[in-house]
């Protein structure tokens, strides 16, 4: 049989040279370029360049999946997605990165990998000029602007651009775990969080840094080490194969007071300190937020979502920050040391904070009478005097207050908590504020 011949690529585009077999090729192609996309979709309004991948974002609807892998059945909506799952039951990962050891199945998945060690961040979105290292999260940032939620939750009417994201937040209202722990019994709603907790038992730590070989039991800590290498290693050494890997400078400075940044959406996000800009709403309560990430945190105050675990004591968090300063209260860690005066903090930006109580810096002013702080959370509660915001509210009584420590000391006059007693009297106080007035009348007695 005669194999058949290739075709010639004679149609050349003018813009980028780029080379076509036919016409028809070249004139979608062209698409690229003018941003033409003729094909809208009937349901959600969705517009493409091409008959392809409109009737591939149909199924997206329609829920149909023509294409099944014939290991497991599973079925996908596009072939690239099967030919993809494929891979996971011949484990192929040709492509290796060179400095935590992390596999890959295919080369576009190392390059994305490469910028969580470089910083590096090529999509931007053209709203708000935000930039993301991948595609997929500039596409869920845009859900922001354009508001597309299409799979809504039928308890709470919460809406979510993922259908895998809703049916991780069913299990809120179902309590469902499904994952349990062999060992001590500790329940999971995600596989992965149950992976993660398992090694607190075994001792197990798969992730190694190429670098200094020193060990993780999860891939977030070690991407968190490598940034170490990073900062005080050139690129080029960390990357020998990759020529396109540059070195972060924090080339950009806020002209307000003075700090640095990597880049410029890293720089736009630092100044909506400083001028209050609030581009992100709470759709159920109206709160608005600086950024999308306090926005998603805050979100989950209304749905009760506490998806971050303590392995010890299985308190859970509405976010992995809390989680991780709750954990110290375990460890008694405290890590971050001042060179001045030796004492020590559980977490960097306390003993930052702390370091301006040598130095006298005051980098966070209000833009309304200029009074400067130390500290960006006591600016913050300053500004809400001027706005007369008060954020937290009492859920017994419905007061409101400025801060959540005046909302906590609030609530003791409903708990009967007093907390702070006197040395030399044994009197008891809600706060200390009232503790120090009571500690006067002993001085000259």
Known sequence: ME??????????????????????????????????????????????????????????????????????GLAFSAK??????????????????????????RKAYLIRHFQIHTGERVYTCKICSEEFTESLSLKIHMQVHTGLKRYSCQVCSLTFAYKSRLERHIQIHTGEKPYSCLICGAEFNQHAHLKTHVRTHTGEKPYICKVCDRAFSDSANMKRHIKIHVKNEPVKN?????????????????????????????????????????????????????????????????TGEKPYNCNVCEKSFFDKSTMKRHMRTHSGDK???CLICGS????????????????????????QCGRAFSDNSTM??????????????????????FSSSQLKIHVRIHTGEKPYSCDICGFAVSDNAN???????????
């Open 3 to 72: 194999t058949r011949r290739r075709r010639r690529k004679t149609h050349v585009c003018e813009l980028c040279t780029k080379k076509f077999p036919c016409s028809n090729h070249l004139q979608l192609h062209m698409r690229t370029h003018t941003g033409e996309k003729p094909h809208a979709c009937k349901i959600c309004n969705v517009r493409m360049s091409t008959g392809v991948n409109m009737k591939r974002h149909m199924r997206t609807h329609t829920g149909e999946r023509p294409y099944a892998c014939d290991v497991c």
């Open 380 to 401: 913050k509660r300053h500004v809400r005097r001027h706005s007369g915001e008060k954020p937290f509210s009492c859920e017994v009584c419905g007061s409101t207050f």
């Open 80 to 105: 690239v997605n099967l030919n993809r799952h494929q891979q996971i039951h011949t484990g192929e990962k040709p492509f290796s990165c060179g400095v935590c050891g992390s596999d890959f199945s």
């Open 238 to 302: 960390l990357f020998p194969n990759c020529n396109k890997m540059k070195q972060r400078v924090k080339s950009y400075p806020c002209q307000v007071c003075g700090s640095s940044f990597s880049n410029n959406s890293n720089l736009k996000r630092h100044v909506r300190i400083h001028t209050g800009e609030k581009l992100y709403t709470c759709l159920m309560c109206g709160l608005e937020f600086q950024q999308n990430s306090q926005l998603e945190i805050h979100v989950r105050s209304h």
């Open 435 to 445: 503790m120090k007035r009571h500690l006067e009348t002993h001085i000259g007695k």
């Open 335 to 337: 890590p971050h040391s």
């Open 344 to 367: 020590a903090f559980s977490r960097a930006f306390e003993l930052k904070t702390h370091i301006r109580t040598h130095t006298g810096e005051k980098p966070f002013a209000c833009i």
